[in-house]
């Protein structure tokens, strides 16, 4: 009798996903390359050409002319710009996670308002002109907008639309508040006009060092959120029932966006676009894994916002745009297409 024996099982191939996260890893080690390749860039172009060797001895040999306009002015507006780029990236990331709305950033829930006031009050009433006063000030009044929003918006029971609602009415009255003093003091109006637009141009050690503790907290905080922040995303059933807390999740990603954008915000003003636009583009080739969206968003903002800041000092050579210029005309039609698509999607 002929027995005929079962075929032997064919060695399977290495699974889809290990491919998919050695891509994702390649990835993000290219977006690293590409963010030094920004940096050196930031630090080598601006007003004064400097060649590669020039900005090589300005860095580590002369003291000179090359090393005031290179270390001095350079280095610290690209540092400034990497810091803030990254919370920028991060703080939107998490807002468009906790809100469940992938075109969300740190506008949507008043921050960005509520550093504006804060700015405009301590110039109008307490006579702050330093950028080291407003920096202070600015952070305080974002954290306290964040704080305000959370309890607005249930705290515990805080639910993505009743947060997006409370910074919605929020950040119109604070506007409303904010364009009320700006019209009856001229004064305020002046100042208020360069910081309101966002530029990294004041950018200095003192204001590094003072955002940075704040920055460094967020960003850890953030990227320590990213799997129970995936378990929110699928909806409050589901992260119950895969164990997620998620009023201990919620408060804790809103904490990290405000402590992110509110120190972002205060260091260079307002800067919209950059925490909206590079999460979202991040999504469409990462898939909605926030454990490689944040670290993604953390490397590719800061490019955005360099880049932008590097265009703004070529286009208007030997004056120059300021960054928040450039991320809104890049923004806006980003942001056009990016809704558009979306629709699109949705039919």
């Known amino acids: ?6 075929p032997e099982p064919r060695a399977e191939a290495a699974p889809a996903s290990s491919t998919r996260r050695a891509v994702k890893a390649l990835g993000l ?18 007003a004064k050409g400097l060649s590669l060797d020039q900005v090589w001895h300005g860095l580590f040999h002369d003291t000179g002319t090359y090393g005031d306009v290179v270390v001095d002015e350079r280095l610290s507006r690209t540092v400034l710009g990497l810091l803030v780029g990254a919370a920028l990236g991060l703080s939107g990331a998490v807002l468009q996670a906790l809100t469940r709305n992938p075109l969300a950033d ?23 002109t330093s950028l080291t006063g407003y920096v202070w000030f600015a952070f305080l009044g ?10 607005l918006g249930g705290s515990r029971g805080a639910t993505p639309v009743r947060l997006a609602l409370a910074g919605t009415a929020i950040s119109a009255a604070l506007y409303g508040y904010l364009q009320a003093v700006m019209i009856t003091d001229g004064a305020a109006l002046g100042k208020m006009r360069f910081w309101t637009v966002g530029s990294l141009v004041s950018a200095g050690s003192s204001t590094i060092t003072q955002v940075l503790p704040f ?10 959120l990213a799997r129970p922040l995936n378990a929110v995303e699928m909806g409050d059933d589901t992260a119950r029932a895969l164990g997620a807390n998620l009023n201990r999740t919620r408060a804790l990603a809103m904490l990290a966006a405000v402590v992110l954008s509110g120190a972002a915000t205060a260091a260079c003003g307002p800067i919209v676009f950059v925490g909206l636009m590079v999460p979202h583009v991040v999504r469409s080739f990462t898939g909605p894994d926030l454990r490689w969206i944040l670290p993604y ?28 210029i450039v991320t809104a005309i890049i923004g806006g039609p980003v942001f056009i297409f990016l809704v558009r698509r979306r629709r699109t999607a949705q039919l």
């Open 1 to 6: 009798m002929l027995v005929v024996s079962p």
């Open 29 to 46: 080690l290219l977006s690293v390359v590409l963010l030094a390749l920004v940096a050196l860039a930031s630090i080598a172009i601006g």
């Open 106 to 128: 740190p506008g949507l829930l008043g921050i960005n308002a509520g550093a504006s006031a804060a700015v405009v009050t301590a110039i109008t009433y307490f006579g702050v």
């Open 142 to 151: 974002a954290s306290a907008v964040g704080a305000l929003v959370w309890f």
């Open 215 to 224: 920055l460094v907290a967020g960003t850890v905080l953030a990227l320590a």
């Open 297 to 324: 968003a953390t490397v590719l903002a800061p490019v955005l916002l360099l880049a932008a800041d590097v265009i703004g000092r070529v286009v208007a050579r030997p004056a120059e745009l300021q960054v928040g």
